[in-house]
Protein backbone atom coordinates (compact mmCIF):
# COMPACT_ATOMS: atom_id res chain seq x y z
CA UNK A 1 0.00 0.00 0.00
CA UNK A 2 3.40 2.11 -0.16
CA UNK A 3 2.35 4.22 -3.47
CA UNK A 4 -1.78 3.92 -2.61
CA UNK A 5 -2.98 7.64 -2.16
CA UNK A 6 -3.52 6.95 1.72
CA UNK A 7 0.07 8.66 1.86
CA UNK A 8 -1.41 11.67 0.19
CA UNK A 9 -3.12 13.72 2.39
CA UNK A 10 -2.94 17.19 0.63
CA UNK A 11 -3.25 16.10 -3.05
CA UNK A 12 -6.48 16.86 -4.91
CA UNK A 13 -6.51 13.73 -6.68
CA UNK A 14 -6.24 11.89 -3.05
CA UNK A 15 -9.13 14.00 -1.71
CA UNK A 16 -11.41 13.25 -4.67
CA UNK A 17 -10.31 9.02 -4.47
CA UNK A 18 -11.69 9.50 -0.72
CA UNK A 19 -14.82 11.03 -1.67
CA UNK A 20 -15.28 8.14 -4.26
CA UNK A 21 -14.83 5.72 -0.97
CA UNK A 22 -17.28 7.77 0.81
CA UNK A 23 -19.34 7.35 -1.15
CA UNK A 24 -19.19 3.68 -1.13
CA UNK A 25 -19.17 3.12 2.32
CA UNK A 26 -22.71 5.39 2.24
CA UNK A 27 -24.23 3.64 -1.17
CA UNK A 28 -22.85 0.65 -0.89
CA UNK A 29 -22.34 1.03 -4.89
CA UNK A 30 -22.21 3.35 -7.29
CA UNK A 31 -21.85 3.76 -11.33
CA UNK A 32 -19.79 6.05 -12.72
CA UNK A 33 -22.69 8.18 -13.67
CA UNK A 34 -23.40 8.24 -10.20
CA UNK A 35 -20.06 9.33 -9.21
CA UNK A 36 -20.43 11.95 -11.69
CA UNK A 37 -23.13 13.73 -10.84
CA UNK A 38 -22.21 13.68 -7.12
CA UNK A 39 -18.62 15.05 -6.99
CA UNK A 40 -19.37 17.34 -10.14
CA UNK A 41 -16.60 15.76 -12.35
CA UNK A 42 -16.27 14.58 -15.69
CA UNK A 43 -17.02 11.29 -16.07
CA UNK A 44 -13.35 10.84 -18.02
CA UNK A 45 -11.90 11.70 -14.84
CA UNK A 46 -13.89 10.09 -12.85
CA UNK A 47 -13.12 6.89 -15.08
CA UNK A 48 -9.79 7.15 -14.41
CA UNK A 49 -10.01 7.51 -10.77
CA UNK A 50 -11.99 4.13 -10.90
CA UNK A 51 -9.41 2.52 -12.99
CA UNK A 52 -6.56 3.67 -10.36
CA UNK A 53 -8.64 2.60 -7.66
CA UNK A 54 -9.23 -0.77 -8.84
CA UNK A 55 -5.58 -0.98 -9.86
CA UNK A 56 -4.84 -0.61 -6.54
CA UNK A 57 -7.20 -2.89 -5.14
CA UNK A 58 -9.53 -0.48 -2.87
CA UNK A 59 -12.76 -0.70 -5.52
CA UNK A 60 -13.75 -3.49 -7.37
CA UNK A 61 -16.38 -3.72 -10.87
CA UNK A 62 -19.98 -5.39 -9.31
CA UNK A 63 -21.14 -5.94 -12.85
CA UNK A 64 -23.79 -4.57 -14.44
CA UNK A 65 -27.13 -3.06 -13.27
CA UNK A 66 -30.62 -3.17 -14.25
CA UNK A 67 -32.25 0.17 -15.72
CA UNK A 68 -35.80 1.06 -16.90
CA UNK A 69 -33.96 1.00 -20.67
CA UNK A 70 -31.00 1.43 -22.45
CA UNK A 71 -27.23 -0.27 -21.92
CA UNK A 72 -26.95 -1.77 -18.10
CA UNK A 73 -24.26 0.31 -16.13
CA UNK A 74 -20.99 -1.39 -14.41
CA UNK A 75 -21.38 -0.41 -10.61
CA UNK A 76 -18.13 -0.11 -8.68
CA UNK A 77 -17.98 -0.89 -4.70
CA UNK A 78 -15.41 -1.81 -1.81
CA UNK A 79 -13.24 -4.20 -2.33
CA UNK A 80 -13.59 -6.49 0.87
CA UNK A 81 -10.41 -7.77 0.15
CA UNK A 82 -8.32 -4.82 -0.12
CA UNK A 83 -7.43 -5.18 3.93
CA UNK A 84 -8.73 -5.53 7.37
CA UNK A 85 -9.54 -3.52 10.30
CA UNK A 86 -8.89 -4.03 14.23
CA UNK A 87 -11.19 -2.72 16.90
CA UNK A 88 -10.67 -3.73 20.34
CA UNK A 89 -12.40 -2.56 23.13
CA UNK A 90 -11.17 -3.17 26.55
CA UNK A 91 -12.94 -3.54 29.30
CA UNK A 92 -12.06 -3.95 33.34
CA UNK A 93 -10.59 -7.62 33.33
CA UNK A 94 -11.04 -8.34 29.77
CA UNK A 95 -11.05 -7.17 25.97
CA UNK A 96 -13.34 -7.89 23.19
CA UNK A 97 -11.69 -7.89 19.39
CA UNK A 98 -13.67 -7.60 16.05
CA UNK A 99 -12.08 -7.81 12.46
CA UNK A 100 -13.80 -6.26 9.51
CA UNK A 101 -12.84 -6.32 6.27
CA UNK A 102 -12.38 -3.36 3.89
CA UNK A 103 -15.87 -3.34 3.14
CA UNK A 104 -16.78 -3.04 7.00
CA UNK A 105 -18.31 -6.77 7.60
CA UNK A 106 -16.97 -8.37 10.55
CA UNK A 107 -16.21 -11.26 9.93
CA UNK A 108 -14.41 -12.43 13.27
CA UNK A 109 -15.65 -11.72 16.64
CA UNK A 110 -13.75 -12.56 20.12
CA UNK A 111 -15.46 -12.19 23.11
CA UNK A 112 -14.20 -11.79 26.97
CA UNK A 113 -10.59 -12.29 26.48
CA UNK A 114 -9.33 -12.21 29.90
CA UNK A 115 -6.84 -9.84 31.02
CA UNK A 116 -6.48 -6.48 33.39
CA UNK A 117 -5.17 -3.90 31.97
CA UNK A 118 -3.27 -1.96 34.49
CA UNK A 119 -2.00 2.24 33.93
CA UNK A 120 1.63 1.01 33.06
CA UNK A 121 3.86 0.47 29.92
CA UNK A 122 4.69 -3.14 29.78
CA UNK A 123 0.63 -3.85 30.55
CA UNK A 124 -0.77 -1.83 27.31
CA UNK A 125 1.92 -3.68 25.69
CA UNK A 126 1.26 -6.99 26.46
CA UNK A 127 -2.56 -6.58 25.80
CA UNK A 128 -0.90 -5.45 22.10
CA UNK A 129 0.98 -8.47 21.60
CA UNK A 130 -1.63 -10.64 22.82
CA UNK A 131 -4.28 -8.81 20.10
CA UNK A 132 -1.87 -9.48 17.32
CA UNK A 133 -1.91 -13.13 18.75
CA UNK A 134 -5.48 -13.52 18.67
CA UNK A 135 -5.35 -11.49 14.61
CA UNK A 136 -3.22 -14.01 13.25
CA UNK A 137 -4.52 -17.33 15.11
CA UNK A 138 -7.72 -16.28 13.50
CA UNK A 139 -6.51 -16.69 9.77
CA UNK A 140 -5.47 -12.92 8.89
CA UNK A 141 -2.07 -12.26 8.72
CA UNK A 142 -0.68 -8.82 10.37
CA UNK A 143 0.75 -7.95 7.48
CA UNK A 144 -3.02 -7.42 5.73
CA UNK A 145 -4.41 -5.53 9.04
CA UNK A 146 -4.42 -1.69 7.41
CA UNK A 147 -5.27 0.32 11.03
CA UNK A 148 -6.45 -0.51 14.20
CA UNK A 149 -9.06 0.98 17.32
CA UNK A 150 -8.97 0.68 20.78
CA UNK A 151 -12.05 2.00 22.42
CA UNK A 152 -11.60 2.84 26.45
CA UNK A 153 -14.03 3.46 29.15
CA UNK A 154 -13.84 7.37 30.90
CA UNK A 155 -12.05 10.37 29.32
CA UNK A 156 -10.69 9.84 26.07
CA UNK A 157 -9.29 12.26 23.73
CA UNK A 158 -8.36 10.72 20.23
CA UNK A 159 -6.58 13.75 18.74
CA UNK A 160 -3.38 13.11 20.98
CA UNK A 161 -4.18 10.13 21.91
CA UNK A 162 -4.22 9.95 26.37
CA UNK A 163 -6.66 8.30 28.68
CA UNK A 164 -7.25 9.88 32.04
CA UNK A 165 -8.50 6.78 32.94
CA UNK A 166 -5.39 4.43 31.98
CA UNK A 167 -2.89 7.38 32.06
CA UNK A 168 0.91 6.45 31.40
CA UNK A 169 2.68 10.12 31.35
CA UNK A 170 2.43 12.98 29.59
CA UNK A 171 5.34 12.18 27.56
CA UNK A 172 4.00 8.97 26.37
CA UNK A 173 0.19 8.91 25.07
CA UNK A 174 -1.49 5.58 24.82
CA UNK A 175 -1.55 6.41 21.05
CA UNK A 176 2.30 5.94 20.34
CA UNK A 177 2.28 2.58 22.63
CA UNK A 178 -0.21 1.61 20.54
CA UNK A 179 1.37 2.54 16.85
CA UNK A 180 4.83 1.08 17.80
CA UNK A 181 3.48 -2.19 18.82
CA UNK A 182 1.00 -2.72 15.95
CA UNK A 183 2.93 -1.18 13.51
CA UNK A 184 -0.48 0.51 11.89
CA UNK A 185 -2.37 3.23 12.05
CA UNK A 186 -3.92 3.70 15.52
CA UNK A 187 -6.76 5.86 16.95
CA UNK A 188 -7.49 5.36 20.38
CA UNK A 189 -11.39 6.28 21.50
CA UNK A 190 -13.77 6.52 24.22
CA UNK A 191 -16.08 3.31 24.41
CA UNK A 192 -19.53 5.18 24.42
CA UNK A 193 -18.45 7.07 21.13
CA UNK A 194 -17.42 4.03 19.52
CA UNK A 195 -20.79 2.56 20.74
CA UNK A 196 -22.52 5.13 19.38
CA UNK A 197 -20.25 5.26 15.81
CA UNK A 198 -21.05 1.54 15.40
CA UNK A 199 -24.31 1.33 16.03
CA UNK A 200 -24.90 4.45 13.86
CA UNK A 201 -22.75 2.78 11.09
CA UNK A 202 -24.50 -0.76 11.20
CA UNK A 203 -27.90 1.21 11.18
CA UNK A 204 -27.55 2.27 7.40
CA UNK A 205 -30.28 3.61 5.79
CA UNK A 206 -32.45 3.66 9.16
CA UNK A 207 -30.17 5.77 11.22
CA UNK A 208 -30.62 9.35 12.12
CA UNK A 209 -28.14 11.79 10.97
CA UNK A 210 -28.60 13.74 14.78
CA UNK A 211 -28.23 10.38 17.42
CA UNK A 212 -27.39 9.66 20.91
CA UNK A 213 -26.18 6.60 22.15
CA UNK A 214 -26.60 5.63 26.14
CA UNK A 215 -24.20 3.57 26.97
CA UNK A 216 -25.39 1.92 30.80
CA UNK A 217 -22.98 -0.54 31.83
CA UNK A 218 -20.62 -0.60 34.97
CA UNK A 219 -20.78 3.25 34.43
CA UNK A 220 -22.97 5.35 32.73
CA UNK A 221 -21.60 7.30 29.01
CA UNK A 222 -22.87 8.85 26.01
CA UNK A 223 -21.68 9.04 22.40
CA UNK A 224 -23.36 11.69 20.04
CA UNK A 225 -23.89 11.81 16.45
CA UNK A 226 -24.68 15.46 15.15
CA UNK A 227 -25.09 15.35 11.35
CA UNK A 228 -23.88 12.33 10.97
CA UNK A 229 -20.74 13.13 12.54
CA UNK A 230 -19.13 12.38 15.89
CA UNK A 231 -19.23 15.13 18.13
CA UNK A 232 -15.95 15.48 20.56
CA UNK A 233 -16.61 19.23 22.63
CA UNK A 234 -13.50 21.19 22.61
CA UNK A 235 -10.91 19.03 24.24
CA UNK A 236 -12.53 16.16 23.08
CA UNK A 237 -14.36 14.90 26.05
CA UNK A 238 -17.96 15.01 25.27
CA UNK A 239 -20.43 12.86 26.23
CA UNK A 240 -19.92 12.49 29.85
CA UNK A 241 -23.78 11.95 30.81
CA UNK A 242 -22.82 9.96 34.04
CA UNK A 243 -21.49 13.02 35.73
CA UNK A 244 -24.26 15.17 35.27
CA UNK A 245 -25.08 16.65 38.59
CA UNK A 246 -29.15 15.70 39.06
CA UNK A 247 -29.72 13.59 41.62
CA UNK A 248 -30.21 14.32 45.56
CA UNK A 249 -28.99 11.19 47.31
CA UNK A 250 -25.90 12.11 48.51
CA UNK A 251 -23.97 9.12 46.86
CA UNK A 252 -20.68 9.81 46.65
CA UNK A 253 -19.64 9.15 42.60
CA UNK A 254 -16.27 7.54 41.68
CA UNK A 255 -15.37 11.18 40.43
CA UNK A 256 -15.50 12.68 44.19
CA UNK A 257 -18.79 13.88 43.21
CA UNK A 258 -22.02 14.04 44.89
CA UNK A 259 -25.27 13.82 42.99
CA UNK A 260 -24.25 12.44 39.50
CA UNK A 261 -26.82 10.65 37.33
CA UNK A 262 -24.37 7.37 37.00
CA UNK A 263 -24.98 7.21 41.30
CA UNK A 264 -28.38 5.97 39.98
CA UNK A 265 -28.57 4.96 36.68
CA UNK A 266 -25.56 2.44 35.75
CA UNK A 267 -24.21 -0.89 36.55
CA UNK A 268 -22.96 0.05 39.71
CA UNK A 269 -25.88 1.73 41.16
CA UNK A 270 -27.91 -1.43 40.38
CA UNK A 271 -25.41 -3.43 42.01
CA UNK A 272 -25.07 -1.10 45.14
CA UNK A 273 -29.56 -0.91 45.74
CA UNK A 274 -29.61 -4.98 45.07
CA UNK A 275 -27.01 -5.42 47.73
CA UNK A 276 -28.67 -3.47 50.14
CA UNK A 277 -31.50 -5.28 49.51
CA UNK A 278 -30.07 -8.29 49.99
CA UNK A 279 -28.32 -7.06 53.34
CA UNK A 280 -31.54 -6.19 54.59
CA UNK A 281 -33.19 -9.94 54.01
CA UNK A 282 -35.01 -9.49 50.93
CA UNK A 283 -36.82 -12.43 49.64
CA UNK A 284 -34.01 -12.88 46.05
CA UNK A 285 -32.63 -16.22 43.71
CA UNK A 286 -29.54 -14.05 44.74
CA UNK A 287 -29.81 -14.68 48.33
CA UNK A 288 -28.32 -17.65 48.54
CA UNK A 289 -25.04 -16.26 46.76
CA UNK A 290 -24.90 -13.00 48.54
CA UNK A 291 -24.76 -15.07 52.31
CA UNK A 292 -21.85 -17.27 50.95
CA UNK A 293 -19.76 -14.18 49.43
CA UNK A 294 -21.66 -11.65 51.55
CA UNK A 295 -21.78 -10.03 48.22
CA UNK A 296 -22.74 -10.53 43.96
CA UNK A 297 -21.01 -9.55 40.91
CA UNK A 298 -22.83 -7.49 38.38
CA UNK A 299 -23.38 -10.56 35.65
CA UNK A 300 -25.60 -12.74 38.61
CA UNK A 301 -27.45 -9.43 38.69
CA UNK A 302 -27.95 -9.25 34.86
CA UNK A 303 -28.53 -13.30 34.86
CA UNK A 304 -31.21 -13.00 37.66
CA UNK A 305 -33.07 -10.11 35.82
CA UNK A 306 -33.28 -12.71 32.75
CA UNK A 307 -34.74 -15.08 35.04
CA UNK A 308 -37.12 -13.56 36.30
CA UNK A 309 -36.13 -12.34 39.72
CA UNK A 310 -38.79 -10.15 41.15
CA UNK A 311 -35.76 -7.95 43.00
CA UNK A 312 -33.77 -7.79 40.33
CA UNK A 313 -36.27 -6.92 37.96
CA UNK A 314 -37.78 -4.15 40.38
CA UNK A 315 -33.95 -2.16 40.75
CA UNK A 316 -33.53 -2.76 37.11
CA UNK A 317 -37.02 -0.54 36.61
CA UNK A 318 -35.87 1.85 38.97
CA UNK A 319 -32.69 2.12 37.03
CA UNK A 320 -34.63 2.52 33.85
CA UNK A 321 -37.02 5.69 35.93
CA UNK A 322 -33.39 7.47 37.41
CA UNK A 323 -32.27 6.93 33.64
CA UNK A 324 -35.24 8.25 31.63
CA UNK A 325 -34.88 11.52 33.75
CA UNK A 326 -31.62 12.34 32.24
CA UNK A 327 -32.87 11.27 28.88
CA UNK A 328 -35.38 13.71 29.09
CA UNK A 329 -32.84 16.33 29.84
CA UNK A 330 -30.85 15.01 27.21
CA UNK A 331 -33.82 15.20 24.30
CA UNK A 332 -34.63 18.94 25.81
CA UNK A 333 -31.10 20.32 24.95
CA UNK A 334 -30.17 18.33 21.71
CA UNK A 335 -33.49 16.87 20.17
CA UNK A 336 -32.10 14.38 18.75
CA UNK A 337 -34.01 11.62 16.00
CA UNK A 338 -33.13 8.66 17.82
CA UNK A 339 -31.74 7.42 21.00
CA UNK A 340 -30.36 4.37 21.11
CA UNK A 341 -29.58 2.49 24.42
CA UNK A 342 -26.61 0.08 25.25
CA UNK A 343 -24.35 -1.35 27.37
CA UNK A 344 -24.40 -4.42 29.54
CA UNK A 345 -27.75 -3.79 31.49
CA UNK A 346 -29.75 -3.86 28.14
CA UNK A 347 -29.94 -7.54 28.87
CA UNK A 348 -33.47 -6.57 31.00
CA UNK A 349 -34.83 -5.12 27.77
CA UNK A 350 -38.23 -4.05 28.67
CA UNK A 351 -37.58 -4.25 32.31
CA UNK A 352 -35.44 -1.58 31.22
CA UNK A 353 -36.89 0.13 28.33
CA UNK A 354 -40.60 0.60 29.27
CA UNK A 355 -39.90 2.96 32.25
CA UNK A 356 -37.13 4.79 30.10
CA UNK A 357 -39.98 5.56 28.02
CA UNK A 358 -42.44 6.54 30.93
CA UNK A 359 -40.46 8.83 32.56
CA UNK A 360 -39.08 10.28 29.03
CA UNK A 361 -43.23 10.95 28.15
CA UNK A 362 -43.67 12.34 31.69
CA UNK A 363 -40.61 15.30 31.71
CA UNK A 364 -39.17 15.81 28.65
CA UNK A 365 -40.89 18.53 26.36
CA UNK A 366 -43.54 16.96 24.24
CA UNK A 367 -42.88 19.38 20.93
CA UNK A 368 -39.26 17.46 21.36
CA UNK A 369 -40.03 14.07 22.51
CA UNK A 370 -42.86 13.46 20.16
CA UNK A 371 -40.44 13.32 17.20
CA UNK A 372 -37.57 11.29 19.03
CA UNK A 373 -37.70 7.05 19.03
CA UNK A 374 -36.03 5.25 21.48
CA UNK A 375 -35.13 1.68 20.93
CA UNK A 376 -32.60 -1.11 22.10
CA UNK A 377 -29.03 -1.29 20.88
CA UNK A 378 -29.05 -4.11 17.80
CA UNK A 379 -24.85 -4.67 18.17
CA UNK A 380 -25.41 -5.22 21.95
CA UNK A 381 -21.54 -6.25 23.33
CA UNK A 382 -20.15 -6.17 19.89
CA UNK A 383 -20.92 -2.50 19.60
CA UNK A 384 -17.76 -0.82 20.77
CA UNK A 385 -15.38 -3.23 18.98
CA UNK A 386 -17.58 -3.15 15.92
CA UNK A 387 -17.18 1.18 16.09
CA UNK A 388 -13.61 0.29 16.74
CA UNK A 389 -13.15 -1.40 13.49
CA UNK A 390 -15.36 1.46 11.66
CA UNK A 391 -13.57 4.30 13.05
CA UNK A 392 -10.28 2.96 12.10
CA UNK A 393 -11.49 2.56 8.27
CA UNK A 394 -12.95 5.92 8.50
CA UNK A 395 -9.57 7.40 9.87
CA UNK A 396 -6.80 5.34 7.57
CA UNK A 397 -9.03 6.53 4.85
CA UNK A 398 -8.98 10.02 5.45
CA UNK A 399 -12.38 10.36 5.92
CA UNK A 400 -12.89 11.91 9.30
Request: charged letters at 20%; glycine letters at 12%; proline letters at 3%.
Amino acid sequence: MTNTFLNDSSGKSAAVKREILRLCIAHNNYSIADFSRALGISVPTITKFISELIDESFLKDEGKVGTSGGRRPSVYGLNPDAGYFVGVDVARHHFHIAISDFKGKVISYIQDIEFVLEANENSFRTMCRMVIDQVTASGIPWIKVLGVGVSLSGRVNPEKGYSLTYFVSDDLPLGNIFRKEFNVPVTIENDSRAMAYGEYMHLGKKADPDMIFINVSWGLGMGIIMDGRLYYGKSGYSGELGHFPVLNNDVICRCGKVGCLETGASGSALHRMIVEKLGKGQASSMAEAYGRKGDVELDEILRAVEEGDVLAIDAIGKIGDTLGRGISGVLNVFNPGLVVIGGRLIVGKDYLLLPIKTAVNRLSLPRVSSDTTIVLSQLGRRAASVGDCLLSRARVLGLM
